[in-house]
């Protein structure tokens, strides 16, 4: 075999989490400025870096949130009418304690009920 | 059967694409604002309404940007080095027109290959 042959190279170059939260404290979902710590606190958990934040109330209810991270992202749309949210956290470093940021976004939303999918990211193609 | 039985509403709350360009045009993938002006153009591609949009440049290279639009969001961020880029739309209304924003980005980041991937968020548990 010859061992110059490119192999593919299957570390991936970002990791990407989907959390389905349901049956959350509705109260919790509808305050823009509470779904902000939280996420926030998250985020520390995570020992991520935050460089920016961006959260914004709809009309009638819901909030939409963005933390950008030296990591990559986390993000949050919410539905209290559902007593859902939607989750998703995205890091390029292999460091970050995401798993324990998972499950204190769980407590704090008061989820009975989570699912969670975990994506690898670029590591399709390259060699 | 009995037509008061509740059955699983399937609509999901929202649809979430997970978009890898490989083979990327590098000098664009290194540039911050020529990753947003490829980003806003597509979410107005999409008829998506832009809340806020934050584009961050890092060193050595790369650039991680979000746009938070009024039916969830746009992030992307770049590897160039790899002429890579991880992009995914979130979106809580059926009425945009993702796709066409999708084969957008692939011709303005010059991508030679792409993978799309589209998942259901917030249909599981609803009755």
């Known amino acids: 075999m010859d061992k110059h042959m490119k192999t593919p ?19 919790i979902l509808r305050e823009v400025a509470e779904v902000e710590r939280i996420m926030r606190a998250a985020a520390a958990t995570a020992n991520a870096s935050i460089v920016s934040g961006h959260f914004h109330q709809f009309q009638p209810y819901g909030v939409s949130g963005v933390l950008v991270i030296e990591e990559s992202h986390f993000t949050i749309h919410t539905w209290p009418e559902h007593a859902y949210a939607a989750i998703d956290i995205f890091t390029c470093s292999p460091d970050l304690e995401v798993e324990l940021a998972i499950g204190q976004l769980q407590t ?18 390259m060699v």
């Open 9 to 27: 190279n299957r570390n991936p170059l970002g990791r990407h989490w989907l959390v389905e939260l349901q049956e959350c404290t509705t109260a």
């Open 108 to 125: 704090d939303f008061g989820a009975q009920q989570m699912e969670v999918q975990l994506f690898k990211r670029g590591s399709l193609l």
